[in-house]
Structure formats: C-alpha cells, structure tokens
C-alpha cells in the first residue's frame, strides 16, 4: 500500500489521494459505529431512534453519555458500547494520520540515503 524507502516520495496530487482515500476510510467506519450504537440503543434500551442517535454520536465524539438507560441490558450496552467508542476514535485517528507518517517516515529516510 506505501511504498518502500527505495522509493520516491509520491506527488503532491497521489498523496493528496491517499489522505482522501484513508479519510473516506475513516468516515465509513464511524458510520458503521454509529449504526451499530443506534441499534444496540433501540434494541437494549428500548430508546427511540432520535435519542439513539443523540447518545451514539455523544460517545463517539468523546462527550459521554447523556442519560443513563432504564433498562438493566441497556447499562450494559451503554458500557460496552462506550469502551467501544473510545477505541473508534483512536482507530479512526490513526487511519487518517498513518499517510501523514509514513510520509514524514519516508523523508528521513530518502534523506539518509543522499
């Protein structure tokens, strides 16, 4: 997927397309999280969907929950599902700063060979 040190850097353009493409990665996997909190919410805390949205995107930004379920299955949803947060967050980070990375990786190393 990167290229090797023995490799040139890539352009302005290509690297600007690896950023795009890694971000586009990133967005579809809060997405993906974000449905996956909805549905846990409505199915465990018998939450309607605008408030199920509201708490998944709440954990997912980092910001907590808003209330605390009723339900005995939603608690432990709502904990399961917020250590689950925390490391989409950190997941998501590290997809859109690996490019930015390598690249700066990839210089030293072009600069040792020189």
């Keep these: ?18 950023l795009a493409s890694h971000a586009v990665v990133a967005v579809l996997v809060i997405v993906g999280s974000i449905a996956i909190g909805v549905l ?3 199915y465990f805390a018998e939450m309607s969907w605008r408030d199920a949205l509201l708490h998944a995107v709440f954990l997912l930004g980092g910001l907590g929950a808003i209330s605390v379920p009723v339900t005995v299955s939603g608690k432990i949803f709502l904990a399961l599902y917020g250590l689950y947060a925390g490391l989409v967050f950190v997941t998501a980070l590290g997809i859109v700063f690996a490019p930015v990375a390598h690249r700066i990786l990839h210089r030293f190393h072009l600069d040792e060979q020189n």
């Design 1 to 18: 997927m990167y290229e090797s040190k023995d490799q040139p850097l890539l352009s302005r353009i290509e690297f600007s397309w690896r």
């Design 40 to 42: 846990g919410f409505i």
